[in-house]
């Protein structure tokens, strides 16, 4: 009898949050926006990468679907732009290699609105499918001659969080800004490298 009695309590419970989130469903299920802003790239390795950071134009495109008025189901493409991670200088040619991260991420979004007015505020978070490219650029400047060429690249996944928040201006369209931060450990020359990424923007998003 205990057992049968958990499981019509569990059944209950569950037939309850389904139904919550069946009424909560809104009328706006699907968002599409897009967000720009600087992206900090933290390289963390013993060696010529040691501590180098670099600030630099990224973007992030989004998609999101709202099954409930609070959740939501969001994929996105980021690119965090091109930033110089160490640069040398041997003999009359100078050295500059420079990172290209992209990334694609799916993720949980949690909103909940301020004071019952027209600003949200959303935390997300989820996994990021990302890619780095290492460019060499050896130039000469006595000559005017520059050669870029990849010099390495990985992938794999990582965590990623972020918050913001949304003014609703009408007709499901809204601006807002966002932080989110990445930690990602690709590896350079078989060595790990730590590499945080730090993103500030703002950006518009269309709900439908």
Do not use: H
């Not at 989130?21 to 790239?41: D, N, T, Y």
């Not at 980021?78 to 040398?88: K, L, M």
């Not at 520059?146 to 369209?173: C, I, K």
């Amino acid at each position: 009898m205990g057992i049968n009695r958990i499981m019509t309590a569990a059944s209950l419970a569950a037939g309850v949050l389904l139904a919550g989130v069946v009424q909560a469903a809104p009328a706006r299920q699907f968002e599409l926006g897009a967000e720009a802003g600087q992206a900090e790239q933290k390289y963390s390795l013993d060696g010529p990468i040691d501590d180098k950071s670099g600030d630099e134009m990224g973007y992030r495109l989004f998609g999101t679907w709202f099954p409930a008025e609070t959740f939501g189901v969001r994929g996105a493409f980021a690119d965090f732009g091109n930033t110089e991670v160490y640069s040398y200088s041997l003999g009359v040619a100078d050295y500059t290699v420079e990172s290209d991260v992209t990334a694609y991420t799916l993720g949980a979004v949690l909103t909940t609105p301020v004071s019952q007015g027209p600003v949200q505020f959303w935390g997300e978070f989820g996994l990021a499918f990302w890619d780095l490219d290492l460019n060499q650029k050896v130039s000469v400047p006595s000559l005017a001659v520059a050669v870029s060429d990849e010099l390495d690249s990985d992938t794999d996944t990582a965590p990623y969080a972020g918050v913001g928040l949304l003014l609703e201006l009408g007709s499901g369209f809204g601006v807002g800004v966002s932080a989110f931060w990445y930690k990602m450990e690709p590896e350079y020359q078989g060595e790990e490298v730590d590499l945080d990424i730090r993103v500030l923007s703002a950006g518009a998003s269309l709900r439908f």
